[in-house]
């Protein structure tokens, strides 16, 4: 089993910058696709990004060209890169260890490996 915590998050204004990191650890996350999520206060959980075992990655239409995800295996890291946050990013961030590509978008689909989430608050 491998366990997830992320940091990074905070209080930024709109059109700031925040660099989430999600630190793996228990086993190595190269034999895991990651991936991001978040929710946001009275709504569902939203696919935010993901990275494939070989790097490839997707958004949601709502990131996209904001939104940069990365991994590092050597680090044992995945990285969330958010710049030009609007109000509407505000949410609590996670990060997830999966075996699937690509991620499932639904929120009902249940994943097994959740970090225990970073609060990201963007005043506007």
């Known amino acids: 089993q491998v366990q997830l915590v992320e940091s990074g998050g905070g209080l930024v204004q709109a059109g700031g910058s925040l660099n989430l990191s999600c630190v793996a650890s228990?086993?190595?996350?190269?034999?895991?696709?990651m991936g991001w999520f978040r929710r946001a206060p009275g709504k569902k959980r939203e696919f935010v990004a993901g990275?494939?075992?070989?790097?490839?990655?997707d958004y949601a239409d709502s990131v996209k060209g904001r939104f940069t995800i990365a991994r590092d295996n050597a680090k044992n890291t995945a990285y969330l890169q958010m710049n030009s946050l609007k109000s509407e990013d505000s949410a609590v961030y996670y990060c997830?260890?999966?075996?699937?590509?690509?991620?499932?978008?639904?929120?009902?689909?249940?994943?097994?490996?959740w970090g225990q989430g970073t609060q990201v608050t963007v005043s506007s």
């Open positions: 990275s494939s075992w070989s790097s490839n990655t």
């Open positions: 997830t260890a999966a075996g699937i590509w690509p991620f499932i978008r639904s929120p009902d689909y249940e994943y097994s490996n």
């Open positions: 228990g086993r190595t996350i190269s034999t895991y696709t």
